[in-house]
């Protein structure tokens, strides 16, 4: 009779553990493929990217602390939307670079606004090449933003006469 018992605790145990773990494994499955960013090879390409000005007055230290910024500023400011139906993230190029200056004064760290700004270029050059980043094409997305307001509203004869024009 104990075996017994024994038995079914176990084939419970097992059944409830399989559950947990399926759960799991169903969780992470649905989850986005996850980018891993090579500091290194992210200093690297930005390196050659950068203008000879540039990391003339940059060590790659700096560069590296640059980078932490500009990264800081992506995760704080961007994130993936839970739904498909989210309004997309839109946002200029150069809206990192008040922050990055900021946070560099912060950290005591000395960047002109220009060497500031072709670091923000390079690095989110390097970002889109290594996929951590997508960002459609300029013109694509102000022709969607510019259509999105007539598709809002409701149809009205007297603009259509006007687009004929």
């Known amino acids: ?3 017994l018992i024994l038995a079914i605790a176990v084939v419970l145990v097992v059944v409830i553990a399989l559950i947990f773990v399926g759960d799991a494994v169903g969780k992470t499955e649905a989850m986005p493929d996850q980018i891993v960013i090579d500091a290194t090879e992210a200093i ?3 390196a050659e990217a950068l203008p000879s000005s540039v990391t003339a007055e940059l060590s ?5 602390r640059l980078h932490r910024l500009h990264l800081e500023w992506v995760q704080a400011y961007h994130w993936s939307p839970s ?3 989210a309004i997309p993230i839109v946002f200029e190029q150069y809206d990192p670079l008040p922050y990055v200056l900021e946070r560099a004064a912060v950290i005591g760290l000395k960047v002109s606004e220009e060497t500031a700004a072709a670091i923000i270029e390079a690095h989110t050059n ?3 090449v290594s996929g951590a980043l997508h960002i459609d094409d300029p013109s694509e997305v102000s022709a969607d933003l510019d259509q999105a307001a007539l598709l809002d509203q409701p149809r ?3 603009l259509e006469e006007n687009l004929d024009d």
Do not use: A, G, N, T
């Open 126 to 128: 390097y970002l889109v």
């Open 83 to 85: 739904s498909q139906d």
């Open 1 to 3: 009779m104990v075996v």
């Open 44 to 46: 690297e390409f930005c």
């Open 156 to 158: 009205r004869p007297e």
């Open 60 to 64: 790659y230290d700096e560069l590296r």
